[in-house]
């Protein structure tokens, strides 16, 4: 499941790019400078996402919705 979800750049020098990627979320920043480049890259496992999602939301109507959702992604 390779899925870009938003890409976009902050200033002319770095842009970022957050996806889905082999079940995980991938969040990554890369920099070009003048005289300096580097990047950064933090994945997380989507289950460990939609889990964050569901303890933050109220009620269990949307426990049942993630657990459709994460068996529709195989989790």
């Known amino acids: 499941m390779d899925k870009d979800l938003v890409q ?3 200033g002319p020098e770095a ?3 957050v ?3 082999g079940g995980q979320l991938v969040a ?3 920099y ?3 005289e300096l480049g580097g990047s950064l890259a933090i994945k ?3 289950k460990a996402v939609l889990d964050a999602i569901a303890a ?3 009620g269990t109507l949307d426990d049942s919705i993630i657990k459709l959702i994460e068996a529709g ?3």
Do not use: N, Q
């Open 15 to 17: 842009k970022y790019d």
């Open 8 to 10: 976009g750049s902050v």
């Open 32 to 34: 070009s400078g003048k």
């Open 56 to 58: 933050k939301i109220p």
């Open 44 to 46: 997380i496992p989507v």
């Open 28 to 30: 990554s920043l890369d």
């Open 19 to 21: 996806a889905f990627v």
């Open 73 to 75: 992604l195989g989790l």
